[in-house]
């Protein structure tokens, strides 16, 4: 692809990673786009912040973000990225979350993690940080067919970076439980694409069909599910990952 069609893309992590977690797809992405891969605050170089709500994080971060890009969110990463495109939307092209939910816990009437789930990990997590960690790498691999070597290359790349504090994890974790962007969502008027796996045990399937109904109403709105990826489908998938963000910004003039 020529110099003068490339657009820019924005990379936000997940809870726990770095931007090193997208050095699977880097190479294929750079072929079509400029990469601005972008740490959350509290983690690699923003390491000193901390317990921060999601309008602070994206206060913080559309500083660092170039006008007229593609803005792409994984997991914890993609409510930030959702709440940039909302306070924001004429610095981005387009908003694309991956393996990402506008409201992680499940209440009534919205399927979700349960409230124990998160209580159980914040004490094993303050308990045993390594342990727990490599627990949750499994969880987010689990029953794919890539998961063992998938697996160890998200440990490669967890215990390769900078560790975010024990603080920094806590008050991450608690922004999965506590954030609530189900009224957000909707009003994105912004080129939207929603890309799922359909094993992902922190994004059921029940979730992803009343996401999609929340959506709509927007008419440039695309959600699809990659079949036997779980929570990192850029991992799993890489390949036809990469193609379906090559087609979502062909769409984008």
């Avoid at 990673?17 to 072929?31: A, D, G, K, M, R």
């Avoid at 790498?137 to 160890?152: K, P």
């Avoid at 036997?228 to 769409?251: E, M």
């Amino acid at each position: 692809m020529s110099r003068s069609s490339k657009k820019k893309l924005v990379l936000l992590h997940g809870w726990g990673f770095t931007t090193n977690v997208w050095s699977c797809i880097e190479p294929q992405l750079s072929s079509h786009f400029y990469i601005y891969n972008i740490e959350l605050p509290g983690y690699g170089n923003l390491a000193n912040y901390a317990n921060l709500t999601v309008t602070q994080m994206a206060n913080i971060l559309v500083t660092k973000i170039p006008d007229k890009t593609l803005l792409l969110g994984w997991s914890l990463g993609g409510l930030v990225a959702t709440k940039i495109a909302q306070l924001w939307p004429e610095k981005i092209l387009g908003l694309i979350t991956v393996a990402s939910s506008p409201c992680f816990s499940s209440t009534a009437g919205w399927p979700g993690i349960k409230p124990k789930f998160f209580y159980d990990f914040f004490n094993k997590l303050n308990t045993n940080i390594i342990h727990t960690i490599n627990n949750f790498i499994v969880l987010q691999t689990m029953n794919t067919n890539s998961s063992y070597s998938d697996t160890r290359w998200l440990k490669k790349q967890f215990f390769s970076q900078k560790i975010p504090s024990i603080h920094v994890l806590n008050a991450g974790l608690m922004l999965l439980f506590k954030c609530d962007l189900r009224y957000v969502l909707p009003t994105i008027k912004l080129p939207l694409l929603r890309l799922y796996g359909n094993l992902d045990p922190l994004i059921p399937e029940k979730s992803i069909q009343i996401i999609d109904k929340l959506c709509l109403s927007q008419s440039n709105s695309l959600s699809i599910t990659f079949y036997g990826a779980a929570h990192v489908p850029f991992l799993s998938h890489a390949r036809i990952f990469c193609r379906q963000l090559f087609f979502f910004s062909s769409l984008i003039k």
